[in-house]
């Protein structure tokens, strides 16, 4: 076995595992701001900040942790700095208005905190504080860039011109998955981690859920089949919607996922500056959660509980165990998973067969985040930490829970047990989706 899990490395080798992931995750960002001062400091959608606040709030949460709450050192710029960078104290609307850092101060900034912090990680101990146990507050900061990284990368789709960011196309698949669902048989399993010394803490804690037997699709919903919902009169028709999710359609006048651009059977997408045709074996993405939760009841299925896709992605009926992923232990690999930005969007249906889970489900990680049916709560014996900010705030029906990672997510932020949410009206986020169905007793018993 490849010793990447974090949980198996000691000393150099756990040091040497974190300096990769935080200069990895400093690449990527350079590279999705090495653009334009103009290009930083505008706004592109109000749902988004400005790049340039990106980058130092970056920077900001990263001097926090890991050279004030590790380390013990003094601010590096005056403390107004840190009210500017607090996500909760500025909606995203209002950030350009603020007094930021302008884009050389803000480099400077980020590159003086990085060398750092990677000072202090030659250096201190990484036990003997919960913070420093196995270096989760180092794993913490990689996994927040990360999702920044994320987020920038849908600030780039959303911005108007041209392309500022390639890469190759992603990969086709040489052949479909024998069947469409796959049954998923009734029992417990562990859900959540108590091991996974990186995890979040609405990951925790691992606690057992009885799953009633049921069918999930075996690869995500595709543009083909989504394209079959539009041309059926989907988005005209007032049955297959949520009461809200109907009211949502007229007042925004949906009639396609976002970036769609056609009518009838000839459709493009836009994509990071291009428009290109259509691609129909790929997963549909930026959809949101009404349109999933719809097309779902089209089709006469319906979303999965979060609880059914996570069973579906780890549990491995040979062992009774839950795996770190749908494939095993061992961290993605290109060959696991459409993830790290290495291609700018979804692959096609089928087109990772080294990652599909025991049970034969294809791309539970990477390409699409997955909308699920289920509300962002915490698990029985919940505890928040390090702070209450990073999940229990957002507990509540107000948004619904996506699983999986996307193309844009980066290995070191996604794993079988990691919980994303939003509001169900978002669609600049990569998500997409796929249905499940009940089995019923016959089918449960075959």
Known sequence: MLRTNPAELEGAELRERLAGDLIRARERTKRLTEVEDAELLHQHSPLMSPLVWDLAHIGNQEELWLLRDVDGRDPLLPETVDQLYDAFQHARSERPKLPLLEPVPSRRYVDDVRGKV???????????????????????????EQQHDETMLATHQLRVGQALLTAPPAPRAAELPATREVLIPGGRFTMGTDIEPWALDN?????????????????????ADYLS????????????????????????????????VGAGEKWFRKVFGRTEPLRLDQAVVHVCWYEADAYARWSGRRLPTEAE????????PATGRSRRF??????PTSEHANLGQQHLEPAAAGAYPAGRSAHGVHQLMGDVWEWTSSTFRGYPGFRAWPYREYSEVFFGSDYRVLRGGSFGSDPSAVRATFRNWDYPIRRQIFAGLRTARSATREEAHV
């Open 118 to 144: 990677l000072d202090v990680l030659e250096r201190i101990p990484l036990h003997g504080r919960p913070l420093l146990e196995k270096g989760f507050a180092f794993g913490m900061i990689v996994q927040h």
């Open 203 to 223: 990951e925790r804690p691992a606690h057992a859920v009885d799953v009633p037997a049921f069918f999930i699709d075996t690869t995500p919903v595709s543009n």
């Open 229 to 260: 919902f539009i041309q059926d009169g989907g988005y005209q028709d007032p049955r297959w919607w949520h009461p809200e999710g109907w009211e949502h359609v007229k007042s925004a006048g949906l009639v396609a996922p976002q970036f769609w």
């Open 309 to 316: 896709w996570e069973k579906a992605a780890r549990f491995d």
């Open 326 to 331: 749908p494939w095993g232990d061992d961290d």
